[in-house]
Structure formats: structure tokens, C-alpha cells
């Protein structure tokens, strides 16, 4: 234990994803104490993470345990545990157990978490996608619909089990239809002897005018061709005003289904009350140009849990690129001011562009002023996502499984645990008649 | 649905490991209409299962969905569902939801799950390893153990914390043990502050006289060598008398630790009250030289459920080799049955040899004659198990991350969901001291 006449700072980040750990290793070499606290013991790279939830992938394949990233960085160590509030006064941050953590600097990265818009009853009916825990839960319901589908003699039964709806076209929602649209129509196509799975119904239902709003209106309706090709039906201007067990009503249209994605709202998790600080209507932090919290200049905010307004006070969007980039300038900015060097000059988010993927061959890219779109835009797509993934292992395992699921069309994560158990099965087929 | 005039035979085979698969696919062409039942949807391969406890390999590595296995096979269907009984006089399966199935011909595959000796209170203190979830237990059990530790103060804490007794010296005993000891000197070993993981201490346990005692005296000892050369402590003749929450008593030696891994006795699933068949001491039902029960001869068990007695009334080891073998041979008995033809001799199983496996590069082969140890038999393992892999994308994946844990020494799939809450964490050491 260091307990020299003049000890070390000690810089607390809250969360593991793209933001703090960024911050993290942009602190190497700095003269402090650093502490990761994050609640599961790994860095997740979230946007494959529909990829578990269509059993593309497995969730090793996408995530790395915090300590072996940090393993060479002397100055840091990782804690697994829960923070429930921060005592910004006495800079101390509580956790679900144990003792305070005490920080001279605190960097808030604990991101976004789903929002139903004040109808918080909707969530016990909806399945979100955050954690390798949602995606496993997706997992198993979507293979658990086939095969409880496979076991009923009623029609209805059926269609209510295989239809799928996901709300919410953003690039989650948009990329999670696709792929359950190619799971129903090629990989399981004809695996079963009582139903066709084919014959599934995929909805995206989304509020507003266009999917994929964030891009051109020329690549949201490239988008919403190359959904409609893989047998999705699109529904826009349409709000959802019902969601409960049996299923939702989108606009005029009832639709029964027990598999209800909820990919629309987002919320920042609660940290802007644990400093007191002004929030967002979505809860997120506004910052200062140097990405801390007003009035506290040793607390920052960082990622999907911040709003950083440009000149224009238009706001960064929720992306992996601008959580990287404030968690290095925020590293670089501590470790200067740790130093006794000149401040950095303000955040300036550098946009190298974004992307999605619809299904198994096509993207929209859209790169400054270069739009792309189809087989060469998922070319795109797939090597800068399998350079950005966190290390050797991670790439060399997608890669495999990205060659195994685009020439076999299979999914080799089709596992279930047990039994599905559902009131849904009304009648069983007399088995014997394959 | 086949309606035809005589309808064609109905065949129920009840677990889709080992042995049932073989016998389905054995029956390839048959004039049949055949139904695979399994509680979960896949075919896994058990023996690398420990690898997924020890997080080498990730579960979709060594599981693969029974229908893709069973995808061409067009007189096979499968059911996911959980046998609960069987009329054996009415030729029904009870299910666990929905119909009963009717059978004219029934294979009972159901393996073997743990046996506690009559001590049933072990079961909540102690975990067993038989299918996905017991190993990704195991895993979030070892991985927080390492985690907890982090952050007690307390000697003692941290002492039961990493203290891994693995009870049974059969090859599931051995190749935890060996795992165990190597993720904690190796893997585990620099990612940690506070604790050394290579001080963890692995304890293996035996009641009888030495491990792996299926194997000849000389590799035995070998074996011994082995482990003891990776740190662990084996304990000979020393039989377990208390398990609870804080550890156990083995010989007159009393050890604190909440990491007790059973690996000791299994006992047949209960098949044999299904039919009324007669049963040996571990719950297998005793049959007849065709692999059929006594008196049913519609009605065959094989693999750990049954136990077969040789000319020279010796059982048949528990082995993945014995089920498909006999998996294989009541296939054929069924598909000669069906068309007419002569029955096949009496089932003979043909011994290809033992093999088990300590740790990263050392193991023991049992071929007949020729007795193996060293890098050199587990370079035969290691072939060996990688041909018998279900498909090639199995092997694949798996030659994939043991290629990266051999080189690096690293383990992929080490993932914890959520921070590990326990009473074991007395006092949390004062952090930004790494």
C-alpha cells in the first residue's frame, strides 16, 4: 500500500463501457490511484450485441473481463460492484456493499438505459437489449417460440407465436428485425416438420416518418427497400398506445404476439441526481465544453449518460465513437491538470461517420460527404466493426462465426436450457407424423 | 400427416445425448416415424464440458440443436419437452405439458445425473456439472470467488474464498481440478491487485485409493504426479463425512471453503420405475443382451441408464463410446425389426480405449496395450475429441480457443453477469491503493 507523505489522486470512473474505458487507458502513466467500478466484470462491445440475441454470436465473442484489458496499466485497478449514489460533497461514491469509495476526480460514464416513455407497465411485457443478459433472455425467447409454435395444433396459437415485433427503428431496431427476419426465413427454414418458419411475421413499428432517422432520407429509404425485400413489414408514422400480454396496438392495428422488442427510448441512468446536477429531458448530464459537470470542475460526464451541445447546440448523438473520444479527452485532460500542464482546448467530437446493417449483405454507410449502400456498404461495415473490436481474440472468434453464418447460413448459438413452458401451447400435435 | 392404411411404426427415443442420437441416426431410411425428446434443444458434448466450467470454451462450442443434427433425417422428428413417465403397458410417454406420446417401440437414453450417497442435504452446498447451466454456474461461481476475494480485507476470508475442493477423482474430478488449478497460476494470476491467485489452494478428494482408477496402477500414478505438479493437493482414502455452507470434513481433515465441486457418484435417471424394470444399486436398468428390458422387448435402455454385464457379469463403464455404440446397435436391431429382417447377434462393445485429461499439456491413454502419458497422449486427446465433435463448426471453434488458451494462457468466456453479493465480503479494503 502506497502511503507516502503525499498521496497519490485518486480518480474514480463509473462504468466499463466504451467511455470509461477509454478514460481509463488514456490515463496510463498518469501519477494517480485509478479505480474501474463497473457492475459485471467485462467491457462489452454493444453494437454486435444483437448478434447474441440472434444466436450469431456468443456472448465471449463480444465481451472481454475489464482486468485482462488493464492487466499492463499499473496505476489502475478494477472493482466489480454496484454504485448506488455519490456524496459529491465529501467526493465519496457509495456502493451496494462495503465501504465509500473516495475520489479526488470522478468521471461519470454509466450510459443509457431504456425508457418507455412513462409507461414503465410496458416493460414487463417487452424485452430490451443493454446487457449479455438481455440478449440471452431474446435468445431464448425467440427460440423458444419456434419450438412451442412446432408443438400447437391451433392456428392462431401459431401465428400469435411467430410473430415478432420490434419497436423502434433506430440501428438497433432496424438491425435486430433483419436479423430475426433471415433467423425465421433461412437458418431455421426447415428444421421443423409442423410449422414453416417462413411463414413468420416481422414487424417494425416506428413513430416516426423514416427508419433509421439519424442518416440521409435517400439511405433511410434504402433501408426500408432492402427491410421490405427481407419480408419485414415497415410500418411508419405509426405510435404504439398499447403494449400487454397478449400484445400491442400500433397505430389502429392490434397485433397479437408475446414477442415484443422494445427498441425506442432511451433514458440516461440516474447519475446527474447522485451530483446534482441539471439533466436533459432524458435524464443525461449537460456538460461544459471540457466535459465536466457545471459547478463541480472534478467531476465529468462522459457517453450516453452526458449532453455535450456543439455551437449550435444541437447534441452529440448517442454513439460508441463519441463516448471513445470524450473518454480519452477526458483522460488527457486529468492527467494534465494531475501533471500541473496547460488544460487541453475544449471537446471537439470528430465524426468519422456511422453506419447499419440490414440483415445479412446490406448497410448504409454514410461517411462525411460518401453515402454507401448494399454489399459494399456491409463490406464496410463488417471491417470496421471487426477492427474495433477490443482485442485479437474477439476479432479472430467473430470472424469464424461471421464466415460460418454467411456461408452455411446457420447460427451456431442455437441453444436452450430447458423446456419452454407456455400457456400458449393449447393443443399438442399426436406426434408420429413428422 | 400420414394417414395410410398401415400406419407406420411409431418410434420414441427419450434423450438426445450420446446414445439416443445415435440411435436416431442409426434409423436413417427406416419405414418408421421416429421422435427424439429432450428437455433442452441440443446435443452436447459432455466430455469438454468442464472446459465451459472453467471458462475455455464458450457453451455454443460443444452444444449444437438436435433438429440441425437431425435437419436431412425426414422419418426423425423433434420434440422439446420433459418426459415425466411412461405407461408401459398402454405404450405411452407421459410429457411434462400436453398429450402423451404412443410408441411402438421406446429407447430410454436418459443418462445419469449425481448421486449423493444418501446425503441429499450435499446438493445445496456442493455443485454438480451435467449440463450447460451446471457449467456456467461453476463458471460465475469460480469467476466471483476471485472477484470476492478482491476486495476482503480479511486473511481468513480471502483464504476460504480461494480454497477449490473438487471431491472425486474420476476424469470429471481430474480435468476441473486441473483446469481449476491452471486458471488461478496462470490465467487469473496478474490481473488481480490486492490478491495472489496463484496462492489459491485445489484440493481433489478420493475415497478410494487412487485417482482415475478405470485406468491401470502405472498411469494412476502418473496422473497423481501430475496434478500434484500443478499445485494440487490430492487427498487418497479419504472419504467425505460433512458438507455444509462453510466447507466440508474430509478424512479427520476439516476444510472452510464455499467452493465444493461433487464430482463422485452418479446415479441412473429414474427410467427404470417408468417401466418396472429391474435395477441395479445406481438406479440403471439391467438388460438384456440385445440392449432391451426384461419382459418389454419393445422397450431398450442404453448408455448410463442401463447397465449391460459382459460374459463375464462385469457392467460396462459409463462412457460417451458404450451409448453410441449401443445407440448404434439398437438402431440397426430396430430398422432389421421393422423391414423383417434377422436380428443382429448380441450387442459386444468394441473398446477403443480411455483417455483423461490434467490440465494444459499432460494426460493419460488407456489404447489397449499401449499406454500413453504426457504431451504425447494429450496430443492424442486432443485429436481424438476434436474428430469426435458433433460438426465442424464445433470443431472449429473449439481448435479456435484452444489454439488462443495455449498460447496465451488466457480464457476467452470469462463473463460475469452481475457483481457477486456475499456475506463473505466482511470489509472492503480501502481502494486507490492498487
Not at 485482462?68 to 461514491?93: C, P
Not at 435468445?139 to 395444433?153: G, I, K, P, V
Not at 438497433?172 to 428485425?177: F, H, N, S
Not at 470524450?326 to 492527467?335: D, F, I, N
Request: glycine share 8%; aromatic share 6%; charged share 20%.
Amino acid at each position: 500500500m502506497n502511503q507516502a507523505q503525499f498521496p497519490r489522486p485518486k480518480i474514480v470512473v463509473i462504468g466499463a463501457g466504451f467511455g470509461g474505458m477509454a478514460a481509463v487507458k488514456a490515463l496510463a502513466g498518469c501519477d494517480a490511484d485509478i479505480t474501474l467500478v463497473d457492475r459485471t466484470n467485462h467491457h462489452l462491445f454493444q453494437p454486435l450485441l444483437y448478434q447474441v440475441a440472434t444466436a450469431v454470436l456468443s456472448p465471449a465473442d463480444i465481451a472481454t473481463a475489464s482486468r485482462v484489458l488493464l492487466r499492463d496499466q499499473k496505476n489502475a485497478q478494477v472493482l466489480m460492484s454496484e454504485v448506488v449514489g455519490v456524496d459529491a460533497d465529501r467526493q465519496r461514491v457509495h456502493l451496494a456493499e462495503g465501504e465509500d469509495l473516495p475520489y479526488d476526480h470522478l468521471v461519470l460514464a454509466t450510459g443509457a438505459a431504456y425508457s418507455f416513455f412513462g409507461h414503465d407497465e410496458w416493460a414487463k411485457h417487452t424485452q430490451v437489449l443493454k446487457t449479455l443478459d438481455d440478449a440471452l433472455a431474446i435468445r431464448t425467447h425467440l427460440l423458444a417460440a419456434f419450438e412451442q409454435a412446432e408443438q400447437s395444433n391451433d392456428a392462431d396459437t401459431v401465428r400469435r407465436l411467430l410473430t415478432f415485433v420490434v419497436i423502434g427503428a433506430g440501428p438497433t431496431g432496424v438491425e435486430l428485425a433483419g436479423t430475426i427476419a433471415e433467423l425465421a426465413r433461412t437458418t431455421l427454414a426447415k428444421d421443423f416438420k409442423h410449422i414453416d418458419p417462413r411463414m413468420a411475421r416481422v414487424v417494425l413499428c416506428e413513430s416516426g416518418d423514416r427508419v433509421l432517422k439519424a442518416f440521409p432520407e435517400k439511405l433511410s429509404a434504402y433501408a426500408k427497400g432492402a427491410l421490405e425485400r427481407l419480408g419485414i413489414d415497415v410500418l411508419l408514422d405509426q405510435p404504439v398506445s398499447e403494449i400487454d400480454a397478449t400484445g400491442l396496438k400500433v397505430g389502429d392495428l392490434r397485433i397479437d404476439t408475446g414477442n415484443i422488442l422494445w427498441c425506442a427510448g432511451t433514458a440516461a441512468r440516474p447519475a446527474a441526481g447522485w451530483v446534482g446536477a441539471e439533466a436533459a429531458s432524458n435524464g443525461a448530464i449537460k456538460v461544459l465544453p471540457d466535459c465536466s459537470v457545471p459547478g463541480r470542475p472534478e467531476v465529468f460526464a462522459i457517453g450516453d449518460v452526458s449532453r455535450f451541445e456543439d455551437v449550435s447546440a444541437v447534441p452529440l448523438p448517442s454513439l460508441a465513437a463519441v463516448a471513445k473520444q470524450q473518454g480519452a479527452y477526458v483522460g488527457h485532460l486529468l492527467k494534465a491538470r494531475i501533471a500541473g500542464a496547460a488544460a487541453p482546448a475544449a471537446f471537439r467530437y470528430n465524426d468519422l461517420g456511422t453506419m447499419a446493417v440490414i440483415g445479412r449483405a446490406h448497410a448504409i454507410t454514410h461517411l462525411g460527404r460518401l453515402d454507401l449502400t448494399g454489399f459494399i456498404a456491409w463490406l464496410a461495415w463488417s471491417l470496421v466493426h471487426l477492427m474495433l473490436l477490443v482485442d485479437f481474440r474477439s476479432r479472430l472468434m467473430v470472424y469464424v462465426n461471421w464466415s460460418w453464418a454467411w456461408f452455411t447460413r446457420g447460427r451456431g448459438a442455437r441453444l436452450l436450457a430447458a423446456a419452454p413452458v407456455s400457456p400458449a401451447i393449447v393443443a399438442r400435435k399426436l406426434p408420429g407424423h413428422p
